[in-house]
């Protein structure tokens, strides 16, 4: 069986990982000028904590969008095809994303303001819930089997790196530009150069072939029913741990990477400046170790290498959230490093459903069932763990460590499942 990766396949590697880091950044930049925006698009006599509310709904709403647009990506890519998919999620990305830097303020427009940025913000959602199940799935099904771990991890550092991307991009326009030239029009750089490089994304993923695996699956006979329809009809059980799986990925990245800041200055009353530099870090080093854990779970076993990963994870948390380092506020730094390199446990989500759907309906099985999840307990845990947390500090780490074990107990239950299946377009 082939190791190593053809030129071809490192350059969809590349490609691939560019877009998903450029797609996420353009989907998450949004929450890191949350304030600047509910100033420009809801009315000034507004209490500011309604018009933070308003806008973080907006946000929300890109979240409530991800389980239609998954669905829709996804059976166009299991029954059209891979690469014309992979391109549709980053127009659909790219192009609200620079009609947002060109929208008109409340002030010029009033009430048709907000209503358009919802609308751009629906079809956003839309187009990330459709990327990373078919981003997953085409490198996966583009490389050897022996090398479908590193490739989801790349893809899966490329998604978080978007992340990163959007708290530096937003650190750098507070730094480069006044407040009053950023409510002038600074902020809109933000939004046109996401666009921007979205489309150019569009335009190197065109130069991608089609996934070998799909192009073998349309010698055979076509699907007897829709893809959700199958699914749904005989893949109950992938499904529910697919979502099971999910649940850690949710948990790990809201609670310590996005919510982590704002918990962490309001439970311990740290400088902001301290904890956003840690966080920063933390999410590097998310980056890196997705990328890692996947090219050793496919030397050592995805068990093997996960297992101990999330429980470093587990531990890494409950540290975080104890506030102990507040004697030593550069241990702070340390341990939010050591909670992103086990946050890369998250790779475990994808690999474990790119091996638990057949190739004909393999998008739509993961879509279906990470959307879902994601829909629905992304958007549950940020207020119910908020909650949590003012009665207990340690709550966000409980959190995280549930959703962790239940990740554990399916990687335990289901040992087949993890090993990289046939290429047969059958199977």
């Not at 029009?185 to 335009?203: E, H, K, M, S, Y």
């Not at 909670?339 to 190739?359: D, E, K, Y």
Request: with cysteine; hydrophobic share 55%.
């Amino acid at each position: 069986m082939r190791d190593r990766l053809t030129a071809a396949e490192i350059r969809t590697l590349a490609i691939a990982s560019l877009g998903s880091a450029l797609e996420f950044y353009d989907f998450i930049v949004f929450v890191y000028l949350t304030n600047i925006i509910g100033r420009l698009f809801f009315p000034a006599d507004v209490l500011p904590w309604v018009r933070q509310l308003e806008t973080f709904g907006i946000f929300a709403a890109g979240y409530l969008a991800r389980p239609l647009g998954g669905l829709l990506i996804g059976h166009l890519s299991d029954l059209q095809g891979r690469k014309t998919t992979f391109m549709l999620s980053v127009a659909l990305m790219a192009v609200p994303t620079l009609l947002i830097g060109c929208l008109p303020t409340y002030r010029a427009i009033g009430a048709a303001a907000p209503l358009l940025l919802l609308i751009l913000r629906l079809i956003q959602g839309a187009a990330i819930g459709g990327e990373a199940p078919a981003a997953w799935v085409f490198v996966g099904e583009n490389v050897p089997l022996r090398r479908q771990g590193l490739a989801i991890g790349l893809v899966t550092s490329g998604l978080t790196s978007g992340i990163l991307l959007g708290s530096l991009t937003s650190a750098f326009l507070s730094i480069a530009f006044t407040p009053p030239q950023i409510l002038d029009g600074a902020w809109r750089l933000v939004f046109v150069l996401g666009g921007v490089f979205g489309l150019v994304t569009v335009a190197l993923r065109r130069r991608l072939i089609e996934s070998p695996i799909f192009q073998q699956l349309q010698h055979y006979a076509d699907l007897e029913d829709l893809p959700i329809r199958v699914v749904v009809k005989h893949h109950k059980v992938a499904v529910a741990l697919s979502m099971a799986v999910t649940w850690s990925l949710t948990a790990i990245i809201i609670v310590v990477i996005l919510m982590g800041p704002p918990l962490l200055q309001a439970l311990f009353d740290l400088p902001a400046k301290a904890v956003q530099i840690a966080n920063a870090a933390g999410t590097f080093s998310l980056c890196l170790s997705t990328t890692a854990l996947g090219f050793l779970s496919d030397r050592f076993g995805l068990l093997r290498v996960l297992g101990p990963t999330f429980l470093l994870s587990i531990i890494a948390d409950y540290f975080l959230y104890s506030g102990a380092y507040r004697t030593a506020p550069n241990a702070l730094l340390l341990i939010y490093i050591l909670a992103g390199f086990g946050a890369g446990a998250i790779v475990l989500a994808p690999i474990f459903m790119i091996r638990s759907f057949p190739v004909s309906v393999r998008v739509t099985g993961m879509s279906f069932s990470y959307n879902t999840a994601y829909a629905v307990l992304g958007g549950l845990t940020p207020p119910l763990v908020a909650w949590l947390s003012h009665i207990n500090h340690l709550a966000p780490a409980h959190y995280t460590a549930l959703a962790t074990s239940a990740a554990l107990a399916v990687m335990l239950l289901q040992r087949e499942s993890l090993r990289p299946q046939s290429r047969s377009a059958g199977s």
